[in-house]
């Protein structure tokens, strides 16, 4: 492990130890109690404002998702486009070649002046010599057969590579114009997020960053107070470790809806470059995540497992133990070590299982 990993494990170690070590024996301590609305006039209002601004950041995440999901499709239909257009270069070689040797077969038969066998027969000087040269004409006009055989047999999978690679242009552009709407959802959700809080004087915004704080510790500590934690002492497998060193490495860069590094991650493209480095490719996307890899119950969760959260598996995040996860929150912030409980937990997934 190089200098810079242990640094960024031995720091993350601390938090984990800091905060388990908590005197309510939570993981993360109980939030601030949030100001009354008598003793700071408007917090009402910044709450509203806070479900407003989570919800325009929760449609942006499923409209990424649905970017993502259609961007790993194209990719996938160019790839199959490609390998059809090679099978339909290759048809037609075969097919030229085939037409080449059933010309020769044709122009021979004219040579012979298409004379029938009892003809060359009564004709023939020498009986066995025929009988010789009917058995090799015989070989002959079966080799011909197969050979017509295998040209229309060519001919119909040329038409079938056609046909495929029309359906899979068709599917492309449908793909293409899906991404297109999805980026422009994701924009206006993000651009109204934005000029909402561009609205807000900078007090305003603490007072709002700290309501989001604290919302998110009070989920954790309800989560905790279930006494979860307790059940849950999995070991990271190889992998595990490996995706979580990876993740651990990413700490502070911006979320970037679509990227997937290096410089800027979203939730999911963080978490599958994290296990691509282990040497375990998963779905690109959080729903995709959700719905092909193996469900865990809780309390096997171990370092390197994913949570999956809401109830639409619009986000993702990496398990790092001590009730922790890394994440790539959403637009505006960075990736950062949050708590396993901060967000509504639809259920945990295994990549390696």
């Known amino acids: 492990m190089n200098k810079r990993s242990t640094t960024t494990v031995a720091a993350l170690a601390l938090v984990c130890a800091v905060t388990v070590l908590a005197p309510t024996g939570l993981a993360y301590a109980e939030p601030s109690p949030s100001p009354s609305p008598s003793s700071s006039p408007g917090v009402k209002d910044l709450e509203s404002i806070r479900k407003k601004i989570d919800k325009l950041y929760h449609q942006a995440a499923v409209a990424t998702d649905a970017y993502n999901a259609a961007e790993e499709k194209a990719a996938d239909q160019s790839d199959q486009i490609v390998k059809l257009a090679r099978k339909i270069a290759a048809g037609h070689q075969e097919l030229d070649s085939l037409k080449g040797r059933a010309g020769a077969a044709a122009r021979e038969q004219y040579r012979t002046g298409g004379i029938s066998q009892e003809t060359q027969f009564m004709l023939a000087g020498d009986p066995s010599r025929f009988l010789d040269n009917a058995g090799r004409a015989y070989q002959g006009q079966q080799a011909t057969r197969n050979l017509m055989s295998r040209l229309v047999r060519t001919q119909d ?6 046909d495929a690679a029309s359906a899979k242009w068709k599917a492309l552009d449908a793909g293409r114009k899906k991404k297109a709407a999805a980026k422009e959802r994701i924009e206006k959700q993000i651009k109204a997020a934005r000029k909402i809080e561009d609205k807000l004087a900078k007090k305003e915004r603490e007072q709002l960053r700290q309501l989001e704080e604290a919302a998110e510790q009070k989920a954790q500590t309800e989560w905790l107070s279930s006494g979860v934690l307790k059940e849950i002492d999995g070991k990271a497998s190889a ?5 979580v060193r990876y993740a651990s490495e990413q700490l502070g860069k911006p979320y970037v809806w679509g990227a997937e590094g290096p410089k800027s991650f979203d939730c999911s493209g963080l978490t599958s470059q994290a296990w691509a480095s282990a040497k375990q490719p998963i779905p690109r996307t959080s729903q995709e995540q959700w719905k092909q890899l ?21 986000h993702v995040g990496m398990y790092i133990g001590k009730g922790a996860i890394i994440h790539a929150p959403r637009p505006g912030r960075n990736v950062t070590v949050a708590g396993a409980g901060s ?11």
């Open 239 to 243: 992998a595990g470790k490996k995706a």
């Open 294 to 314: 193996k469900h865990i119950d809780i309390k096997d969760m171990r370092p390197g497992d994913l949570i999956i959260y809401h109830d639409d598996a619009s």
């Open 157 to 162: 999978a040329l038409e079938g590579y056609a």
């Open 343 to 353: 967000m509504a937990m639809l259920g945990v997934v295994r990549p390696d299982a």
